[in-house]
């Protein structure tokens, strides 16, 4: 296998949240729908304005990768919900799908063969490809620990 490919493997095994990591699909396959707008003391977001940010945030970086059109949100508003936001099942099952499906479309660009993952985005200021995916996988690992903790805290205020 040569290094290219081998490079596009453990990318793609990191976009999974492989290694140290743990995978969306393992945070929110059992995160109660009735608690994902539930406050906790001390944070700013629910559960669910985390999942939300995550998927803007994630759209944006796919985009700004594969459109010089795409205009980013705006900085740090556009990239989260209002905080008196919440949603019912079908909004927290949308933010969820859109999430895999924009993760899966990353992923997709990271296994293309014909995408040179060191060259810089012509549109950009020196990204590429590479530090983009890097940049999802980092994202997404963050706040999946944050999700982590939440549920934690969460199931431990629904027991008291």
Same mark, same amino acid.
């Given at each position: 296998?040569?290094?290219?490919?081998?490079?596009?493997?453990?990318?793609?095994?990191?976009?999974?949240?492989?290694?140290?990591?743990?995978?969306?699909?393992?945070?929110? #396959? *059992?995160?109660?729908? +009735?608690?994902?707008?539930?406050?906790?003391?001390?944070? &700013? =977001?629910?559960?669910?304005?985390? /999942?939300?940010?995550?998927?803007?945030?994630?759209?944006?970086?796919?985009?700004?990768?594969?459109?010089?059109?795409?205009?980013?949100?705006?900085?740090?508003?556009?990239?989260?919900?209002?905080?008196?936001?919440?949603?019912?099942?079908?909004?927290?099952?949308?933010?969820?799908?859109?999430?895999?499906?924009?993760?899966?479309?990353? #992923? *997709?660009?990271?296994? +293309?063969?014909?995408?040179?993952?060191?060259?810089?985005? &012509? =549109?950009?200021?020196?990204?590429? /490809?590479?530090?983009?995916?890097?940049?999802?996988?980092?994202?997404?690992?963050?706040?999946?620990?944050?999700?982590?903790?939440?549920?934690?805290?969460?199931?431990?205020?629904?027991?008291?």
């Amino acid at each position: 296998m040569d290094k290219i490919q081998s490079l596009r493997e453990h990318l793609l095994y990191l976009l999974d949240g492989g290694g140290a990591h743990i995978d969306f699909e393992s945070v929110v #396959k *059992d995160f109660h729908v +009735d608690a994902v707008n539930q406050k906790i003391d001390g944070l &700013p =977001y629910t559960a669910w304005a985390v /999942v939300e940010h995550m998927r803007i945030a994630q759209s944006d970086i796919l985009e700004f990768s594969r459109s010089a059109d795409h205009v980013s949100p705006k900085w740090p508003e556009g990239y989260w919900p209002a905080s008196d936001e919440s949603v019912d099942a079908e909004g927290w099952n949308k933010s969820v799908e859109s999430f895999r499906s924009n993760l899966k479309e990353m #992923k *997709d660009l990271v296994a +293309d063969p014909s995408v040179d993952l060191f060259a810089q985005i &012509p =549109y950009g200021t020196g990204q590429t /490809v590479l530090r983009e995916a890097l940049l999802v996988a980092d994202h997404n690992a963050y706040h999946l620990g944050v999700l982590v903790t939440m549920k934690r805290l969460l199931e431990t205020k629904k027991q008291t």
